[in-house]
């Protein structure tokens, strides 16, 4: 798709602050952005250029953007070994998270975690999913065997354990449905 013109006159009538720019890429636009707070004024005018992009398939003006609809969550633990600092340079090593990041260090410090880490499930997809997955089974393991959380099954028991559908309502809502009592006072 070839790049359209707008005049700055047009441009700069409908928007003129940083927030009335925001809120046409957010809302008119459906971009996921970052929030407000965290995001320059030179980013946002770089994914308007085009340099930059949010994300996929919807075309405002030269930006190609993730709509706000296409946008993949991936809930990530707060674990040392998925720190900030481990996300972004593994994020690093993809050319297509370039496009859709500031240029800046000083800005991207100000990204919040959790949309880095969508915007990496959008654009780089399944290999930082699997990435994510393996760091959090890893921590997983180590906790299980340091804090000795693991039975010691017969193989048989726990093949059957497996396959159990079984759920435990001795300490959830479900055990207070079943002693609830309805008690009525006649006066």
């Known amino acids: 798709m070839e790049p359209q013109f707008v005049n700055v006159a047009a441009f700069s009538s409908k928007f003129r602050t940083k927030r009335e720019i925001f809120t046409f890429l957010a809302v008119d636009g459906e971009a996921y952005l970052p929030p407000f707070e965290t995001v320059t004024v030179y980013f946002l ?12 398939p919807y075309f405002v003006l030269t930006i190609a953007v993730v709509s706000t609809h296409a946008v993949r969550h991936l809930p990530v633990p707060q674990y040392p070994n998925l720190s900030m600092e481990k996300i972004l340079d593994y994020l690093a090593q993809y050319e297509a998270m370039h496009l859709h990041m ?17 915007v990496g499930a959008s654009v780089v997809g399944q290999p930082f999913v699997d990435w994510c997955g393996e760091r959090i089974k890893t ?40 002693k609830a009592q309805v008690s009525v006072v006649v006066i």
């Not at 921590?139 to 759920?167: C, G, H, Q, W, Y």
């Open 139 to 178: 921590r997983n393991t180590e906790m299980a065997r340091d804090r000795n959380l693991l039975i010691k099954m017969d193989p048989r028991l726990a093949a059957a354990f497996e396959r159990s559908t079984a759920v435990s309502v001795a300490n959830g809502s479900a055990a207070h449905m079943l």
């Open 102 to 118: 500031p240029s800046e260090r000083h800005e991207i410090v100000k990204l919040p975690r959790a949309w880095v880490i969508n």
């Open 45 to 56: 005018k770089d994914i308007i250029q085009g340099q930059k992009k949010c994300k996929y």
